[in-house]
């Protein structure tokens, strides 16, 4: 119902992702003021792995969508229950950091109750999950 347009600033630009709007309804581990700033996700597989294991993370989750895929790169959509709001979820791989940037952002409104926020550190507690069982 409230699905928006996709956003045309979606994916890599120089190895940045797209910094956030001036509202907060968005994070961005590159973000470098308090608002947007979320800490990426970390690992400790091969890259392969944990793009792998990154996926599986995301699909456990409800009214999920991944658009694009790539080897260091990785775009989905996740749909509110209620209204069908949809937010733009993206993840980068850094190779030479073993770190994976993201960038959670609303496509309608101004606050998102810290939903896309909320979402992010849950994909980081089941990413964590997956890669410890690595071991």
């Known amino acids: 119902m ?3 347009k996709r956003p045309t600033n979606i994916g890599i630009e120089s190895g940045k992702l ?8 968005c994070v961005n581990s590159q973000s470098q003021d308090a608002l947007h700033k979320i800490e990426p996700l970390t690992y400790n597989s091969t890259p392969q792995q944990a793009i792998a294991n990154l996926k ?14 790539s080897d260091n790169y990785l775009y ?15 993840f980068f791989i850094d190779k030479s950091a073993n ?3 993201v960038r959670s952002a609303s496509r309608l409104g101004q606050s998102d109750l810290g939903v896309n ?8 507690e089941k990413f964590k999950e997956l890669q410890s069982n690595l071991k």
């Open 76 to 90: 989905a959509e996740f749909t509110s229950k209620l209204m069908g709001f949809v937010d733009d979820v993206e």
């Open 99 to 101: 770190i994976i940037d």
């Open 2 to 4: 409230f699905a928006g």
């Open 56 to 69: 599986t993370a995301i699909q456990s989750l409800e009214r999920t969508q991944i658009i694009t895929e």
């Open 18 to 25: 797209a910094p956030c709007p001036g509202t907060p309804n």
């Open 117 to 124: 926020r909320k979402r992010i550190e849950m994909i980081r």
